[in-house]
């Protein structure tokens, strides 16, 4: 009769190992092959935007917590709707941390001013999927900074400045909902003219009413950031 013992040891995770056993004490080792500690779920997942410059990639990073370390790699998903994955892309990554850019195979983060989600998924060395850690909890996420409004124009009348512009830098445009404002006063003159004016969906183009005729405005044009920081603009206007 063959007698096994057994024991078990404490091992790092998603890491590979091998063992092997005696028969009672003897010099004779039976060699497994290569195994894999299945993969645990990454910690502290956390976000950053290029601040001002709403072209820039979005960062997400995250740590490798308990994994083995700089052989893991992480399935990465963003969203711009919490929840509902992924409405944006997906990719697999080396290390700890990614941007998701116009550039960026598969992941193309092209509105500004919208907030991106992200959760992180450790894959098991095994290539196992079952074996692969869950998500996190898919509540990180950052904002993309605003457009200011681009190629400004004003059509003069009598009694009137319209204020025409674009929300988007190349293939990178503001979210949908971006809220537009514009105020005026004249040349000169300390307080801005209440009420002002916005707009939130294109076309984009607004008008400052009752204005007094051949009199020098100044008018300012703002994109407004839901978070972040806000892009604007300046134009003077005779009427």
Do not use: C, I, M, Y
């Given at each position: 009769m063959v007698d096994w013992w057994e024991d078990v040891w404490t091992l790092g995770i998603e890491q590979g190992y091998k063992a092997r056993v005696s028969v009672n004490g003897s010099n004779n080792w039976a060699e497994s092959g290569e195994v894999y500690t299945w993969a645990e779920v990454p910690v502290g997942v956390n976000a950053q935007a290029a601040v001002g410059d709403p072209t820039g990639n979005?960062?997400?990073?995250?740590?490798?917590?308990?994994?083995g370390g700089e052989g893991t790699k992480y399935k990465v998903e963003i969203t711009t709707q919490a929840g509902v994955w992924p409405l944006v892309g997906d990719a697999n990554y080396m290390g700890v941390e990614t941007d998701f850019g116009a550039t960026s195979t598969g992941m193309v983060v092209s509105l500004a001013n919208r907030q991106y989600f992200a959760r992180v998924m450790a894959l098991a060395l095994?290539?196992?999927?079952?074996?692969?850690?869950?998500?996190?909890?898919?509540?990180?996420?950052?904002?993309?900074?605003?457009?200011?409004?681009?190629?400004?124009?004003?059509?003069?009348?009598?009694?009137?400045?319209?204020?025409?512009?674009?929300?988007?830098?190349?293939s990178v445009s503001n979210e949908g909902t971006t809220r537009y404002e514009l105020r005026w006063k004249e040349d000169g003159a300390e307080d801005w003219v209440t009420p002002f004016v916005w707009k939130d969906q294109p076309p984009y183009e607004l008008t400052a009413e009752g204005l007094t005729a051949d009199t020098t405005y100044v008018m300012r044009l703002t994109a407004k950031a839901d978070v972040g920081v806000g892009g604007g603009g300046g134009r003077s206007g005779r009427r």
């Open positions: 979005v960062k997400f990073g995250w740590g490798h917590g308990t994994n095994d290539g196992d999927s079952t074996h692969d850690s869950g998500w996190t909890d898919g509540t990180t996420s950052t904002w993309t900074a605003v457009v200011g409004p681009q190629e400004v124009g004003v059509v003069e009348s009598s009694s009137t400045l319209r204020v025409r512009w674009v929300g988007n830098v190349g």
